[in-house]
């Protein structure tokens, strides 16, 4: 593809996972090519796909055939359903259980960076000098200080206009910036580490827990899953 842009550099946003555990990115193949992976809390993420999906405009979800499937309105009903959704076995078991365990095994390869999302909150200044590290690129104090505060849920909560879903090759749907996929500003929600907590009960989140002993048999794993290293 032919590039016009003034910086030399190119940028992909995806879910997907490595080629040589199962996935389709070419990360030993492309050894030039960086790829960074980061993971959250199970319950955190099950927990974040509640208003996220809710979130999605009716003039998408109609477009997507149903999907994301809406509130029904009950919060205790929609927790449910989508802990059955993620748990193992459920319809979208893969984009948590197979997305960890599969970068987890490239975790030291020369061209990955895993981070886990309570390592990052927990530090992200520190998150921020390791990945201008990882890519060999050098920063002033003046510069992290910027990344750092332009990565903060402050600004992010801010600035709406910049995180939003678009659709640019239907450039007749929905209206310019926004092309209705989502609601405005409700792509930076709380920024928060442990909601999952609080939005499933004690035997819900028992339930997750056993999940995570059979399917990240790895204690290592198990553990970074949960809550991270620690530290950056």
């Known amino acids: 593809l032919y590039w016009d842009k003034p910086y030399t550099f190119r940028v992909w946003k995806s879910h997907a996972t490595p080629r040589t555990t199962g996935g389709v990115l070419p990360v030993r193949e492309r050894p030039g090519v960086r790829f960074l992976a980061m993971a959250r809390n199970g319950l955190d993420v099950v927990s974040s796909l509640i208003p996220f999906f809710d979130q999605h405009t009716e003039e998408f ?82 510069e992290r200080a910027k990344v750092v505060e332009k990565c903060g849920i402050t600004h992010m909560k801010a600035h709406p206009e910049r995180f939003v879903y678009e659709l640019p090759l239907n450039p007749e749907y929905g209206s310019p910036g926004i092309n209705g996929v989502m609601h405005p500003g409700s792509m930076t929600r709380k920024g928060v580490d442990g909601d999952g907590r609080v939005t499933f009960s004690a035997e819900q989140a028992a339930r997750w827990a056993a999940a995570e002993e059979t399917e990240f048999a790895d204690a290592e794993l198990r553990e970074w899953a949960r809550r991270g290293r620690g530290s950056i």
């Open 61 to 142: 979800r109609t477009m997507w055939g149903g999907f994301p499937p809406a509130s029904s309105g009950d919060p205790a009903k929609d927790a449910a359903t989508r802990l059955a959704d993620l748990l193992p076995g459920g319809i979208m078991a893969d984009a948590y259980w197979k997305y960890v365990k599969e970068w987890w095994a490239m975790r030291d390869e020369p061209n990955v960076l895993l981070l886990h999302y309570s390592d990052v909150k927990r530090d992200l200044a520190g998150a921020v000098s390791r990945i201008a590290s990882w890519l060999g690129v050098e920063l002033t104090d003046d």
